[in-house]
């Protein structure tokens, strides 16, 4: 027969050995991996703030091609039928670019396949006062060279397609990378089959901003210095 003493004393030696178990465990070295804090193991459901979630590609605020140029868009216009689509070639490199002729063009459609027309080097078929012959034209780092690209949005017979392209891809010149252009808009030939593009030229207010203001003088000009003999 057990005494009341003995069940006493052997309930109380399993509690005892749980206490000195829990006493060890908090002295022995703590493993942190899968807390929060630590980026090696982060929590389900939580990103460390070490490694962000990847998100869509953003195009960094200023891109040069190995080209050292590049090509955009600067708006059209359209009146009585007759479309005009301004380009800016614009030196974004660190050395002088040479340019001469007119740019090479190529309208793509919505699935980015040519649409067969005839380029105009100039535009005498569509319009007057953009036929200026090509001049060399050197463009220092910053400076711009423009063009324009001019269509008629005609539909002249009713047994031909109208023409309707959507992306515009541009080169400086035939031969050279091309780069696809935002044509603002449909270019919408009608069935004239033909599309035109005027030569070069410097942009007038394309002179870089120098890298520091000029110092102003001490003296200003409209000022004669003080006379020494007095």
């Not at 090479?104 to 105009?120: F, G, N």
């Not at 910053?142 to 269509?151: F, I, M, Q, Y």
Request: aromatic share 4%; proline share 13%; hydrophobic share 35%.
């Amino acid at each position: 027969m057990i005494s009341r003493g003995t069940a006493a004393r052997r309930r109380t030696i399993p509690g005892a050995a749980v206490a000195m178990a829990l006493l060890l465990g908090a002295c022995a070295p703590a493993d942190h991996r899968g807390q929060a804090g630590d980026a090696r193991s982060p929590l389900p459901g939580r990103t460390a703030a070490s490694s962000p979630t990847p998100s869509a590609y953003v195009s960094p605020p200023f891109w040069c091609p190995e080209s050292g140029v590049r090509i955009r868009s600067r708006g059209s216009d359209a009146a009585m039928g007759l479309r005009a689509l301004g380009l800016e070639l614009v030196n974004c490199g660190d050395r002088p670019y040479r340019i001469k002729g007119h740019p090479s063009l190529r309208v793509l459609d919505e699935d980015r396949k040519p649409i067969i027309l005839r380029v105009l080097p100039g535009a005498k078929e569509i319009t007057a006062g953009f036929d200026q012959p090509p001049r060399e034209v050197v463009l220092g780092p910053g400076e711009r060279a423009v063009a324009t690209v001019l269509w008629r949005n005609l539909v002249t017979e009713s047994a031909v397609p109208a023409t309707n392209g959507t992306y515009l891809r541009v080169a400086p010149a035939a031969g050279q990378p091309a780069e696809d252009v935002d044509p603002d808009g449909p270019i919408d030939v009608g069935n004239t089959g033909r599309i035109g593009v005027s030569a070069w030229k410097k942009d007038d207010q394309s002179a870089p901003v120098p890298a520091r203001p000029p110092v102003p003088s001490a003296v200003p000009s409209s000022v004669s210095p003080p006379d020494s003999r007095l």
